[in-house]
């Protein structure tokens, strides 16, 4: 009597059933810590081009670097004070380099480009309404 070799369907059945349900269980954990890698990223791209302004206003007199409709002289003013080019804002509706003056005593995100600076007080923030894996939003970062 010849057997043959390989599986049953039962035993396929029960080896998919249990892939499945580590699927199930793991996908979550993993896109959780994708969406926690994100907010750090921004977290430390905010740090530097914060570290910059000061560093900027330190080297000038306490004055801030200028700003005005797309930021390109602000990007200028830091490049010597970043390593590597003016970061791209990693989450929000536009994903660019720009940036958005403000003034006044408040910074409001309004989506408009990837980043917003107060030219009053100093404030830089990402400009996204959108909010992080902890629930907070991206601008208050």
Do not use: H
């Amino acid at each position: 009597m010849s057997r043959r070799k390989g599986f049953t369907l039962v035993e396929l059945v029960v080896v998919i059933m249990i892939l499945g349900i580590l699927a199930g269980v793991a996908a979550p954990k993993l896109l959780n810590t994708s969406g926690q890698a994100t907010d750090n990223g921004l977290r430390q791209t905010l740090s530097v081009v914060r570290d910059a302004i000061e560093l900027y206003a330190a080297q000038n007199g306490g004055a801030l670097p200028d700003c005005t409709s797309t930021g390109a002289d602000f990007r200028a003013a830091l490049e010597p004070y970043l390593r590597g080019a003016f970061p791209v804002a990693p989450v929000g509706t536009n994903k660019d380099e720009d940036v958005t003056p403000t003034t006044g005593a408040t910074t409001t995100a309004d989506n408009a480009t990837g980043w917003m600076f107060n030219t009053t007080n100093g404030t830089f923030i990402c400009n996204s309404t959108a909010t992080g894996v902890d629930g907070n939003a991206y601008s208050t970062y």
